[in-house]
């Protein structure tokens, strides 16, 4: 296919409104199961939102806790103009899980188009606000100046990325009177709720995805079991790398964030900036991503062929499958054997090679504009592949 096809595909989905929502686009027949799958439960988080208020999870379902953290700032508010690709996520679910943050969507502002959200932010991220000296010795009064939840959690550890990280997608519940009530529309955090993430994923889980880096390249779906689908195309290859944030919490070949409109890819090293993303056709057209249309750190993608659909919000890209797993000392830690099977890859083939390899470490100055090297770091690679967790309950 040649590349004034890939440019067709977008042109036509300029028609598709801006804020449809994922059932108005449709989910079309080769990613179908996906979008309808058996799910199995991973663990779940609860998180008192409280001054000081306890971080527990469990891999039982709830039989037993363990703490991984504490509530900085609890938040009453939320954001009542998110991120557009907030929209194509759930009411009462997550809508991004990324090692910087964790966004969850409560409703849609109609007015404006945009998703209503709060968040669940790092340690990292305290710095970027303004906190009263002397919130060390409050008794509670004390909440965020936002629409965010800060956390003592590390960014790139337990939900950030860590051994914890929810799936987009994933409900969110109140835990009332020792009962999970998922979150309704309009609900607004209250201090001393109890919020529940289950972190659930498809019971039938892919092997790997294969993205062939060029106008026109297929996206291959691979299974276990030897299944095998093409469950899209790429309209647009990516050639560079861009600042985006958040990178400096993951290395090289991670997943740094995953939402209903991305799947950032990193290419540096930990406490580097430099990543590309993945996005899908209708929000590349969208205006807060002109920069995707005309520059090179974005591969686009679209369905397997010329259609008003576009995956935004869809399985297996942009809902149930992808989360930033990965931790640096997993291979020191006790269960060190889990930690790696739970482990999230992404591997590249380079033009002149069939043999796959990592991702190449490439990072800018986030602080200076974008070198000319950044613009075609990426061009020799012909073909990206997201290597999923090995897990031992892939199947019933």
Known sequence: MSKYFGILIIVCLLFVPAYASTVERGVYPEVAPENSPEFVEQY???????FGGEINASSDQGKTWGKIGNVILPTQKVNTAGYTASLWAGTGEVAATAVNAIHIRTGIN???????IFSILPFDAIGEIDIPKDWEKST????????????????????????????????VYLLKDGKAVQLESKYIP????????????PVKYPKEIVFENRFGGFITLKYLDGEEKVIG???????????????????VGRIR?????VIEVDTSPLYETGAFQIVPAAHGMSPEMINARVKTQWLIVGPPAVTEKSPEGIAPLF???????YQENDLLAEDWENRLLKRFLVD?????SDKWQPVPAFSVDPNKALPAWADRCLENVTQIRILFPVHLTSYK
């Open 140 to 171: 509670g009064e004390v909440v965020s100046p936002n629409s965010s939840i800060y956390t003592t959690i590390l960014g790139g550890r337990g939900i950030f990325g860590g051994g914890f990280a929810p799936y987009v997608g994933n409900k």
């Open 190 to 201: 209250q201090v001393n709720d109890l919020i529940l993430i289950v972190a659930s994923r």
């Open 348 to 352: 590249v083939k380079i033009k002149g």
């Open 233 to 251: 195309e790429v309209l647009k290859p990516v050639q560079g790398i861009g600042r985006f944030q958040g990178s400096e919490l993951s290395g």
């Open 44 to 50: 779940r988080v609860l998180i008192d939102n409280s």
């Open 110 to 116: 109609t007015v404006e188009g945009r998703g209503i």
């Open 319 to 325: 809902r149930y499958f992808i989360a930033p797993y």
């Open 257 to 261: 964030a995953n939402h209903p409109g």
